[in-house]
């Protein structure tokens, strides 16, 4: 059973615009929320957080929004640029549960077009 | 620091083979992770080490065996591999206890390739 979800495999967006990146989870229990940005042959690295407290969280071109009552968040980048383009991860964890792991989406491949 | 090293970047070897892979992390972070990345997936968490001892192995096969000698190193031995353990693997760490910033730091990972 999923308990992270990225339903949309692939987004393409014209550089300049809005992307949006949208993730669902099922697990009540996460209380903290990671996007991981990957691009091939590398590591993923990291790019925001939020914590179950907050609804948004913002870091120059990136915000991410929480919607804890419909188990959902999202990533946008603004204004997008070729070099966002990348496979974004969200990812989630019950913090406050102890050591857990984190918890993975299958990830969106975002393209950039100039 | 805030890197996350691994070596080596990519490793052929045979089934009969071992060989090991390593990682090394110098941010004080007590919590280690090794994660396999299939092509197209998301990572897998295969093992963490919190304080150096092993809290968590995701019903990883024998013929993979971590070891933590001390905070900053983290080593995967490798043994007798099947052509499907063909993967990336990612070392991971992060800060441990109470630490409310919790998010994990990747390595860029070692291509293993099992002929």
């Known amino acids: 059973d999923q308990q992270v979800k990225q339903n949309s495999p692939s987004l393409s967006v014209q550089e300049g615009r809005i992307s949006i990146l949208n993730c669902d989870y099922t697990n009540s229990m996460f209380d903290y929320f990671l996007w991981y940005k990957k691009y091939p042959a590398e590591g993923p690295t990291f790019l925001i957080s939020i914590s179950s407290i907050k609804d948004k969280n913002e870091d120059g071109r990136f915000t991410v929004f929480l919607n804890k009552s419909a188990k959902h968040l999202s990533l946008h980048i603004v204004p997008s640029q070729p070099g966002d383009s990348a496979v974004y991860f969200c990812a989630a964890r019950d913090f406050y549960s102890g050591n857990t792991p984190l918890v993975f989406g299958k990830g969106t491949r975002l393209s950039v077009i100039a | 620091d805030t890197e996350v090293t691994q070596t080596p970047k990519h490793l052929v070897m045979g089934m009969t083979n071992k060989k090991s892979l390593k990682c090394e992390q110098h941010m004080g972070h007590r919590a280690m992770y090794w994660y396999k990345q299939k092509a197209k997936k998301p990572p897998e968490l295969m093992f963490v080490y919190s304080y150096e001892k092993l809290s968590i192995n995701e019903s990883v096969p024998s013929r993979f065996s971590p070891e933590c000698p001390n905070s900053s190193l983290l080593n995967l031995h490798l043994h007798a591999l099947q052509p499907e353990d063909s993967a990336l693997y990612l070392c991971?760490?992060?800060?441990?206890?109470?630490?409310?910033?919790?998010?994990?730091?990747f390595g860029p990972g070692t291509r293993l390739t099992v002929l």
């Open positions: 991971a760490s992060s800060q441990e206890g109470d630490s409310v910033n919790n998010e994990q730091f």
